[in-house]
């Protein structure tokens, strides 16, 4: 992720000062956050999903639950390595298959679809073009139908290149995604966006 945000040693040193940088297995605010990431995906089960900058696997481990195939990815050696022991914990009926790779968003693309594509805590580490491009190359690997969810704290923070808000503006305005849901507060923003017409859950089981 060098000339296209923050370079990937930013990543090497915060792993070798803490093994979690960000409190995910600690705060009460990062479990209540997977909570709602869980609860707004639009359907009980996906086929193939992809986890871009998923760091110690935390949510990538309630991720695999509802997966019957997860892509997880990270810049960083150690986070992969932490992730791929925590998924390693779970017991065998808790989890699909899990894959791990090295690899940073703004990168080319894995040549496969998905239906189901998470952004959680990443795109900030991208400038605006390259988050442009980034979210463009998500759309073309989303199956038709298929949902993208993108979650990001929204306080400033000096060395990303963008807040969450200028995220998630991004995103909105992305052509080929179109809002299902949301939830937003001081502290961070959530959206859903399905590649096509968005069908609620209600209506997708027929709840009138």
């Known amino acids: 992720m060098s000339e296209t945000g923050l370079a990937t040693d930013y990543f090497d040193n915060m792993y070798a000062r803490d093994p979690d940088p960000w409190g995910f297995t600690t705060r009460w605010y990062e479990r209540r956050k997977r909570a709602l990431t869980m609860a707004a995906l639009p359907k009980d089960r996906y086929h193939n999903a992809f986890e871009p900058g998923c760091s110690i696997g935390t949510l990538s481990a ?8 997860l892509v997880c990815t990270d810049i960083a050696a150690q986070a992969l390595d932490s992730a791929g022991r925590r998924i390693d914990r779970l017991p065998e ?19 496969e679809h998905f239906d189901l594509i998470v952004l959680s805590e990443v795109c900030y580490y991208l400038d605006s073009v390259s988050l442009r491009t980034a979210l463009t190359h998500a759309v073309g ?16 923070v000096p060395e990303y290149p963008l807040s969450g808000d200028h995220v998630h503006a991004i995103a909105r305005t992305t052509r080929g995604l179109s809002a299902l849901a949301g ?14 017409n968005p069908v609620s859950v209600a209506a997708t089981e027929h709840i009138e």
């Open 62 to 69: 309630e991720l695999t639950d509802r997966c019957d195939r």
């Open 141 to 156: 690997h989303l199956e038709p139908g298929g949902a993208l969810l993108c979650v990001h704290w929204r306080r400033k």
């Open 93 to 111: 009926s808790e989890r699909g298959a899990v894959e791990f790779r090295r690899w940073a968003l703004g990168e080319p693309w894995p040549d």
């Open 183 to 196: 939830y937003h507060d001081e502290d961070l923003l959530l959206d859903v966006f399905i590649a096509g």
